[in-house]
Nanobody
Framework: QVRLVESGGGSVQAGGSLRLSCTAS?????MGWFRQAPGKEREGIASIGCNGYTTYTDAVKGRFTISKDKAENTLYLEMNSLKPEDTAMYYC??????????????????WGQGTQVTVSS
């Protein structure tokens, strides 16, 4: 098991930016960011695979950027042009294998505790 610790959430106005971080306690091969708003299912929004290939859900394409510092075992999510509909708890996920379905939550077996992002209009 890998322990994941997220940070960087907060409250911003629409149009603002935030940068989330997720530090892993060990090596990981595939990592992703998920979010869950109240009353909604957890959705995958961005992932980075074994070969560095990135995947984004349509709702965040062009606004969010996922990146990974392998040396530091840290995953980042740069979020720009934030919208009120981006308000959710954001979770980091990781797997020690190369995932085939990078934006599906069942793909990963390691999860962080979450960090809240609130965007006001």
């Amino acid at each position: 098991q890998v322990r994941l610790v997220e940070s960087g959430g907060g409250s911003v106005q629409a149009g603002g930016s935030l940068r989330l971080s997720c530090t892993a306690s060990g090596d990981t091969y595939s990592m992703g960011w998920f979010r869950q708003a109240p009353g909604k299912e957890r959705e995958g929004i961005a992932s980075i695979g074994c070969n560095g290939y990135t995947t984004y859900t349509d709702a965040v394409k062009g606004r969010f950027t996922i990146s990974k510092d392998k040396a530091e075992n840290t995953l980042y999510l740069e979020m720009n042009s934030l919208k009120p509909e981006d308000t959710a708890m954001y979770y980091c996920a990781a797997a020690r294998w190369c995932v085939l379905n990078p934006l599906h939550p069942t793909t990963y077996n390691n999860w962080g505790q979450g960090t809240q992002v609130t965007v006001s209009s």
